[in-house]
Nanobody
């Protein structure tokens, strides 16, 4: 079993920054992907960014490219999402997810383990 715990959410004004963290523990895999998804009220959960282990290959949703950066520590026990130039439309609950796979996929169903989420609210 894998446990994922997100932190770092909060309220920020448009144009501001936040950094989310996701701490992973429990069962380990030699090859996996850690991803960030978000879900706004009344909308479907959507992919934000993902990073692989090994290789640290990253993938981003078009809506966050150039503003968000995903990174990890060497052991990939903690993954970060640095969010800059935040917009009101970035308001959502942000979830960390882990999938036992080789490359990043944007499909939520491909990820086996999920955190409980952390709220990000961007005011205009």
């Amino acid at each position: 079993q894998v446990q994922l715990v997100e932190s770092g959410g909060g309220l920020v004004q448009a144009g501001g920054s936040l950094r989310l963290s996701c701490a992973a523990s429990g069962r380990t895999f030699s090859t996996f992907v850690l991803g960030w998804f978000r879900q706004a009220p009344g909308k479907e959960r959507e992919f934000v960014a993902g990073i692989t282990r090994p290789g640290a290959r990253t993938t981003y949703a078009d809506s966050v490219k150039g503003r968000f950066t995903i990174s990890r520590d060497n052991a990939m026990l903690t993954v970060y999402l640095q969010m800059n130039s935040l917009k009101p439309e970035d308001t959502a609950v942000y979830y960390c997810a882990l999938g036992n796979m080789l490359s990043v996929t944007t499909a939520a169903r491909a990820y086996d383990y999920w955190g409980h989420g952390t709220q990000v609210t961007v005011s205009s």
